[in-house]
């Protein structure tokens, strides 16, 4: 029997977890709608999906058919260089990423199932994380934050996602 981390009452089964980096992959925000439980630790899961998107930014730019400097595999990138994926997909969930152009980094993984969803991924940052985070006059930029609204509001909103 496997048993999931944070599935409470009203969680969206199609929803697992979101991740928000900062621009030095620092997880500010770590959300579990429903996980299994797994060998790694918090610290590490994140080290790793981190670890993952950049490898994915350094392989998709490599690999631009139209992009003029090709730069080195695994350098970093000016924000907004090179060309960028959105999401992937495996037999058992799908990873929908967004850069921010300030260099936050927002991970959603859900269901194999679910469709595009980066308009979903665009309010996520600009109508619930800017209006309950960065408006809060105790946040401190960059920094991991807690916040009970956001979590509430992120919460109701991916519930009606598709």
Not at 96 to 106: A, H, L, N
Request: hydrophobic share 35%; aromatic share 12%; proline share 4%.
């Amino acid at each position: 029997m496997q048993q999931a981390v944070g599935a409470g009452p009203g969680s969206s089964t199609r929803m697992r977890c979101l991740y928000m980096f900062n621009r030095q992959g620092v997880c500010v925000h770590y959300h579990v709608w429903l996980r299994p439980l797994n060998a790694l630790s918090r610290q590490e899961d994140q080290k790793l999906m981190f670890g993952l998107l950049f490898s994915l930014k350094s392989f998709t730019a490599k690999m631009d058919p139209v992009g003029g400097s090709k730069g080195q595999l695994g350098a970093a990138q000016l924000q907004g260089q090179g060309c960028s994926f959105h999401s992937f997909r495996t037999n058992t969930y799908k990873l929908s990423f967004m850069e921010t152009p300030t260099g936050m980094k927002i991970v959603l993984v859900t269901d194999q199932k679910m469709g595009d969803l980066r308009e979903a991924l665009k309010h996520i940052y600009s109508n619930i994380y800017v209006e309950y985070v960065v408006k809060n006059p105790l946040y401190t930029p960059e920094m991991p934050f807690k916040c009970e609204l956001f979590n509430l509001n992120l919460d109701n909103y991916v519930k009606n996602l598709t």
